[in-house]
């Protein structure tokens, strides 16, 4: 029965599975279905889910109670109607509201389920730029050097593109229709949650012999990855809620604002006092005949004290706030997907944002050359083109470096080291140029003339393609390559070829990549080399500038490579090739032994030039993150890239200001390393702080608190090589340790988890799917729509959610203490004051307009909001101002009431038109002496309730003395009640703006 139960909710154990090419009948089990889904409901669960999220709170259940009471005859004050349609009106409201977001987010996720993709038959392919759609064995490809690329940033973060290749015995095939006539099966291992690891195998059962080929990988296409060279051919493995992808996420759930939760609070702070006025009252009869009926008359009686009214006011006014938020102009295409919580946006303290496709375009732009003497940037670069063209079309300068010794000291003129710089760039990569049909040129042409119009760059890394654009740029093409040779293109149309006799990758451990080539048109022998400036800064010659510069370049933001160049030869290649293969075959320490003979080259290497890359930033990236500090919002970067790349974006995006030092928290494996570096990381003071996941995860195993302490003291923080779960983390650890708001924001799939986790998630659509934006609580098109949405929307929403709040209260405090000062003279008899249609429209059609338009008030103006962000950091200091409420309401109340019943003359049905109407009028002037901006609605909304009542009164002889409020001595009366209770609110008003004016005041005058 347990695992019946398991099955069908979806939580049976994943397992390893067998999958047959062409053969779906031979499945051993079922699987998800490949979907996404963001609801948090179903069908069944839709209506007892709304009910439970709202009565599992003390405001609903109360109300709930209290209607249930009036079953009870011994209890009922009045109608049936006065307590359960209020109670109706509120439920129907909250759960056509959770309907409506529920049926738009089914649309939106319907939308993304019916992308229509080819299904594994004859023809069924994945074509270029095309994402994944599950997670596959890769089969076949379209590419000649029979691999492909994918770029993996919206699964792990990296930039960096992945190589993948196909199992070797389909890719041999003819074409794709074989792969169903074979019989063949692959075998997976069970779904979890490593995307970086994969174990399998695939076999062909029809060969002679049967073959057998382990896959890792290497051979996988993860879902939400992007097919970035050719077409490929895959078997799906796995799908649904078993993707890497999705297991990687957490399930959606349901967020109660900050602002919500108080107000519960407050409710039962309320309910409190209701108890203790219900008891004084019964105390004060002294507890004679059935008293403990009397305590629940009496608790039923002052039951306004906690008001149903403000439920439906806070949630009519947040659907308010995202329609506002929807309609502004100047943030479009925002979207609101979480109506429940817009108030939060006000209280922000922690932003949470991804780098790739975030804060950047994940758009590589070479911006400078530097050779030590000279720097060329963006717009001399029409001198470097000079160079290069001088270089290979005069005679005397026909590569004149390549016949210099490397120890002759001869001095270089610029356009010789300039083409040196040049050379090298276009030489020491992993590039490969692919040709593709265009419409007029097909590709086999395209690729045996070098079409320009139809080359594109394929490499792992986009740092890689940038630079090999720009040597195209400047007049060095790079036209051809394969596994052993290189072709570039000059100026004037030769082609260069270089024999590629050995490469040395770039590895996170060395920083550096090198390349040693032969020109075949001299037989000179090169190695040049790229890295990062802390690893080359010991491997080029002693120079005075390296340093200098590199510093220079990496303030600015500047991804900052080092090039160099070694002259070898033939000897001296021989000798090295023979100790290279020989500790190439070595059994142990083979890593270690292939490095020491690769080091051994890398000495006194000549420096040529440096190089920086800028990783274009989304627009107004820097104007919104200082936004955002001088609000008080800290900001964390939380990143799958690289260190080093982190750390140029966190620069150049301002994250990190100019006189911010940077903490780079070292590499640590074991409790005592964390302990070290924890240590030397608290020495500093006011510094930001840069942090891989590896080591994050160690800090916070052994020192979670040590280090969570540490890390909210820094300006800011940027955590690298970070997994979708450990992002996740992150948030919730931020959110325990300061219990602070957090706000995640992101672009890809692998920041839903980040994004579902933080109490407000934002969403950017961008280029690369819609994944988070779907899955977020708020979708906006750009990083710096978040600035207004935060600084504009979030404000005006949290201050108009409190001040809506405090006039509810008080409107319910005011009409309890009438009914006090009432019971208390009447000889604490529990009888009501306000009976059947009073109480009800009371707080409905006499006050609900005018108190719900304050949702239109604001205190300044949306432009002075933006330029003075230090006005959203008053917003984080917590004002309890329930006292204060309370005071004046208890004043009010009390004057009303008490001045209504001495100038009363014969009939009871006088106190209660005097008391009643100046109640009404108080509550109108109350509204409009605490407006700060008028708003033609909020006028239309005082007249109109003036009116309602005015009108009503006619149908109200039951309860008042119609022929009475026609008379001067009614009108004078109500007057000067109504005058008398308001003076105080004046002077108060008067006496604050005069001695304690607030920060927004000082602004608007």
Not at 74 to 80: C, D
Not at 216 to 243: C, D, M, P, Q, R
Not at 406 to 434: D, G, M, N, Q
Not at 961 to 982: E, G, N, P, Q
């Amino acid at each position: 029965a347990c695992c019946l139960w398991s099955r069908c909710c979806g939580m049976g154990d994943f397992r390893p599975r067998t999958v047959w090419l062409g053969h779906p009948e031979k499945r051993e089990q079922r699987y998800p279905r490949n979907v996404i889904n963001n609801q948090k409901y179903n069908f069944f669960t839709f209506l007892p889910g709304v009910l439970f999220n709202q009565f599992k709170y003390f405001f609903n259940l109360y109300f709930l109670l209290l209607a249930c009471s009036q079953f009870v005859n011994e209890l009922r004050l009045g109608a049936l109607y006065t307590y359960w349609v209020p109670l109706g009106i509120v439920l129907i409201i909250t759960i056509l509201r959770e309907a409506v977001e529920e049926i738009r987010c089914y649309c939106r996720d319907k939308e993304v389920n019916s992308q229509i993709y080819s299904k594994l038959s004859i023809r069924g392919k994945i074509l270029f730029n095309q994402r994944v759609p599950a997670d596959m064995i890769f089969l076949r490809t379209s590419e000649r050097n029979g691999s492909c690329f994918l770029r993996t940033d919206q699964l792990d973060g990296e930039t960096d593109w992945k190589l993948r290749h196909p199992v070797a015995c389909t890719q041999r095939l003819p074409t794709a229709a074989d792969l169903l006539q074979i019989r063949s099966y692959v075998y997976a291992e069970e779904p979890n949650i490593d995307i970086h690891n994969f174990i399998g195998t695939f076999t062909r059962e029809d060969g002679d012999p049967p073959v057998n080929e382990s896959l890792s990988i290497e051979n996988t296409l993860w879902a939400s990855t992007v097919i970035a060279s050719g077409t490929v051919v895959g078997v799906v493995i796995y799908t649904g809620k078993e993707l890497r992808s999705v297991m990687n996420t957490s399930d959606p759930r349901h967020k109660v604002g900050l602002f919500d939760l108080e107000v519960n609070c407050l409710t039962k702070i309320l309910f409190g006092a209701l108890v203790v006025v219900s008891l004084v009252m019964v105390a004060l009869q002294h507890f004679a005949g059935r008293w403990y009926l009397q305590i629940f008359r009496f608790l039923l009686l002052f039951s306004n004290i906690v008001p149903i009214s403000l439920r439906v006011n806070l949630d009519m006014g947040k659907m308010v706030f995202s329609w506002m938020i929807r309609r502004d102009s100047k943030i479009p295409g925002t979207v609101v997907r979480a109506s429940t919580i817009p108030e939060q946006l006000g209280r922000i303290s922690y932003l949470l944002t991804d780098k790739t496709g975030t804060l950047t375009q994940n758009e590589m732009v070479f911006r400078r050359l530097h050779l030590g003497t000279v720097a060329y940037g963006m717009d001399s670069m029409d001198e470097v083109q000079s160079h290069v063209f001088s270089a290979y079309t005069q005679p005397s300068h026909d590569l004149p470096a390549s016949r210099v010794p490397a120890a002759t000291k001869v001095r270089k003129t610029i356009s010789s080291r300039v083409h040196e710089a040049v050379k090298a760039i276009a030489l020491v990569h992993c590039v490969t140029p692919a040709y593709e049909a265009n419409g007029v040129t097909d590709q086999a042409e395209a690729e045996q003339h070098y079409e320009d119009t139809c080359r594109v760059y394929q490499a792992a890394s986009p740092d890689e393609v940038s630079l090999v654009q720009w040597t195209e740029s400047v007049g060095l093409t790079l036209v051809g390559r394969d596994q052993n040779s290189m072709q570039l293109r000059t100026p004037s149309g030769q082609i260069l070829n270089f024999t590629i006799l050995q490469i040395f990758p770039f590895t996170y451990v060395s920083k550096r990549m090198g390349i040693i080539v032969r020109d075949e048109s001299t037989g000179e022998i090169t190695f040049y080399m790229k890295g990062a400036d802390v690893v080359m800064a010991g491997i080029v010659q002693y120079n005075d500038w390296l340093e200098e510069e590199c510093g220079n370049m990496a303030r600015e933001g500047l991804r900052v490579l080092v090039v160099s160049k070694k002259s070898l030869t033939e000897e001296q290649y021989q000798d090295f090739e023979a100790r290279y293969v020989q500790a190439k075959l070595s059994v142990h320490d083979r890593s270690l032994k292939v490095a020491t003979v690769i080091e051994s080259l890398e000495m006194e290497m000549e420096l040529l030039c440096l190089t920086g890359v800028e990783d274009q930033l989304q627009a107004d990236v820097r104007p919104t993150l200082e936004i955002l500090r001088n609000a008080g919002i800290k900001v964390w970067m939380l990143t799958g890239d690289k260190l080093e790349t982190a750390t140029c974006t966190a620069k150049n995006a301002h994250l990190v200001t100019r006189n911010q030092e940077i903490h780079i928290f070292n590499s640590v494996t074991t409790r005592g390393e964390a302990h070290l570096e924890l240590n030397a990381f608290r020495r500093k003071h006011d510094c930001a702080l840069v942090i891989s996941g590896d080591s994050l995860e160690v800090c916070l195993k052994f020192y979670e608190y040590e280090f969570m302490e540490l890390a909210c003291q820094c300006p800011a923080v940027v955590c690298c090589r970070c997994a979708p779960t450990q992002k996740a983390q992150i948030v919730r650890l931020l959110q325990e340790r300061t219990g602070k708001l957090t706000c995640a924001v992101g672009d890809g799939g692998n920041d839903v988890s980040m994004i579902q986790e933080a109490d407000c998630g934002v969403g950017v659509e961008g280029k690369e799917g819609k994944q988070a934006s779907l899955a977020a609580d708020f979708s906006v098109t750009q990083f710096k729509h978040l600035g207004r949405l935060l600084m504009v929307h979030g404000r005006n929403s949290y201050k108009r959610s409190a001040g809506l709040s405090q006039f509810v209260i008080h409107r319910s405090l005011c009409i309890s203490t009438m009914q006090a000062v009432f019971s208390s003279v009447f000889y604490f008899a529990s009888v009501p004051l306000y009976q059947g249609f009073l109480i009800i429209g009371y707080s409905t059609i006499y006050t609900m307009f005018p108190v719900f338009s304050l949702v239109l008030d604001k205190d300044v103006k949306s432009e002075v909001a933006m330029l003075y962000p230090e006005l959203y950091k008053d917003l984080l200091k917590v004002i309890h101002c329930l006292h204060y409420i309370t005071l004046l309401a208890i004043e009010y109340g009390s004057i009303i009431m008490y001045g209504a019943l001495l100038l009363f003359e014969s009939e009871f049905v006088h106190i209660v038109a005097i008391s009643f109407t100046s109640l009404i009028l108080t509550e109108l002037l109350m509204v409009a002496l605490t407006i700060q901006t008028w708003h033609w609605l909020m006028i239309v909304a005082e007249l109109l309730s003036l009116a309602c009542y005015i009108a009503s009164l006619v149908f109200l002889h039951e309860f008042i003395d119609v022929y009475f409020i026609a008379t001067m001595s009614f009108l004078w009366k109500v007057t000067v009640i109504t005058l008398v209770s308001c003076l105080p609110l004046y002077i108060l008003k008067y006496l604050r703006r005069r001695f304690s004016p607030p920060n927004y005041s000082k602004l608007t005058t």
